[in-house]
């Protein structure tokens, strides 16, 4: 019987305060990529065989929820609220500071680098950790950050931010400039969980330098019960693979290979 994970390779990775499992797979310069709510589903796996298949190696931590396992509404739920109750790992309300887990994400990226090379790794975040992609910048490795569908913090007094601490930010900043790198953002103009004030504040921090895609309620795979959310996975349209949605997945693994020197 086949499964998700088919042609994945699991390991352990310990900072030397979380100790999370990885699944790898591919060749190549390293990509991270960070599963949304409610954890890492087929459709995050098959965008990292995407990605794979484009010549990088990626990981996929998980983070919470059980690998491979189908999403569904009760089952986000479920992960939410043990997420938002139980786990210190995540800020879900912060609207000063990064989740202390982007810490753990930050050393997997300096191990991968060290194991891949290339010119740096690509990380890409999405919903829950759609912001740790921009923290881990503080980590010189990563060279390519893409923020999908970023929905922390979550309420109206943190709509406008980003997820970040001030100092995470100035580094991004700085970075951006001096190696003259830049930041994807992606969401659907639609989406409640991504309030139009967090990419406004995204271009008034990076100007140019943040690349911000928006698609419309229209450019979403069909079928799916729920409201379009999830540009790389549930939502993308592989039917239509000249549509918007496709065009956006491929202009992120164009934007992975050309930075980490894929």
Not at 16 to 38: K, L, N
Not at 60 to 71: E, N, R
């Amino acid at each position: 019987m086949t499964s998700a994970l088919d042609g994945f390779t699991r390991f352990e990775f310990d900072d030397g305060r979380w100790t999370r499992e990885v699944y790898r797979i591919g060749s190549g310069p390293a990509v991270i990529v960070i599963h949304e709510m409610p954890g890492l589903h087929p459709g995050v796996l098959a965008f990292a065989r995407d990605v794979a298949a484009a010549g990088m190696t990626v990981f996929c931590p998980s983070l919470f929820g059980k690998p491979a396992k189908t999403a569904s509404l009760g089952y986000a739920l479920g992960e939410i609220a043990k997420t938002l109750c139980v786990r210190r790992e995540f800020n879900a309300w912060a609207t000063d500071r990064s989740s202390p887990i982007v810490d753990w994400l930050r050393a997997l990226a300096r191990q991968a680098h060290k194991e891949c090379g290339g010119k740096g790794v690509g990380a890409v975040g999405m919903c829950f950790t759609g912001g740790f992609a921009l923290a881990m910048m503080t980590e010189p490795s990563v060279v390519a950050p893409v923020m999908s569908q970023p929905s922390l913090p979550f309420g109206k007094k943190g709509a406008g931010s980003i997820g970040c601490s001030a100092a995470e930010i100035s580094c991004a900043r700085t970075r951006f400039e001096t190696e003259d790198l830049s930041l994807m953002a992606l969401r659907f103009t639609s989406d409640k969980l991504v309030p139009d004030a967090r990419f406004e504040t995204l271009k008034r921090e990076f100007g140019d330098r943040v690349d911000l895609v928006e698609l419309s309620d229209a450019d979403a795979a069909k079928g799916v019960p729920m409201a379009p959310h999830s540009v790389l996975t549930l939502h993308l349209d592989r039917a239509d693979p000249l549509g918007p949605s496709m065009q956006t997945r491929d202009k992120v693994i164009a934007f992975f290979r050309a930075r980490t020197g894929a």
